[in-house]
């Protein structure tokens, strides 16, 4: 019973990590470019990762293939490959979304990815979500209807958070990570936990390099990426965080704790950025059960 309690604490503090990684990308954003935000966050977080598989999986140096043999299933290499290109593709829209708006307006649109999964998971993985998702649904585009939107004053602006600077951005997004989901739920099925998030985080960073490559930027220094390098050691061990979690608990369970990652993204973005978070907050939350609800009624 103390491990289950212990593994809540675990992915309560990986969706903390999440905001933290949200906040610091945020300030990066004054700091350094798109490209090397990206390489920058991917490369720190791939090499605490592997580090850290390495600690627990050392035959993996001395004998690389007999260990991939055993822990790595046939369709690893084009799920990780597919993955990595999408992921690669969502944090570039997740940066500039960013770039654009403030932190506490564009973050809880990621909780409309469930929204998205709807109709992605039954083509990708067969799954259907029963009846009691659609409440959950219902609860997204309600707190999407009212975010930002002035109580005290009647006017139309429902759903005006659409229409910020940075929100479609955010939104295409969501739409990719609503496939790349399914995906690392077969990476998950062809390998361990660990070992995928791990390979999946080495894949984004070297598809990241090849990016920053190629748009030949500037030499970067650490005092200068000092943000985008502590997003990657948030990303790293919140991850961390979540495979043990996903050992204990089911895994859905974790993944809807860690939705709560986007109500503390608001929260912390009034209080480290000094932003506006009054009614924002209200409508994250709406959204953050309905978010919760569709992951539940989906497994």
Known sequence: MEMFYLAILAALFAAL????????????????????????????GATILIIFSLFL??????????VSNALIGKEFCKLLLLSATLNIA????????????????????????????????PIMLGENTPPTGIIGVILILAGLGIFDKNFYKIDKSFFKVLKY??????????????VTSNIDKLGLKNSS?????????????CGAILNWLAKKSRQLSLWQMRYAILGGIFTAIGNLALVWAMSILFVPYVIAIKRISAFLTVVLSGRLLKEPVQNRLTACLVMLLGAILIMLARN
């Open 17 to 44: 990590c999440q905001s933290l990684t949200d906040i610091t990308t945020k300030l990066a954003v004054d700091h350094a470019f798109d490209e090397e935000i990206l390489v920058t966050q991917w490369v720190s």
């Open 57 to 66: 999986y050392p035959n993996f140096l001395f004998h690389p293939i007999d």
């Open 90 to 121: 969502a944090y570039s829209f997740y940066i500039i979304a960013l770039r654009a708006s403030q932190a506490s307006l564009i973050i809880p649109l990621v909780l409309i990815t469930p929204i998205f999964m709807l109709f992605t998971s």
């Open 165 to 178: 600077p940075g929100a479609l951005a955010m939104l295409m997004a969501a739409s990719l990570w609503s």
């Open 193 to 205: 936990p660990l070992l995928w998030i791990t390979a999946l985080t080495t894949a984004i960073s």
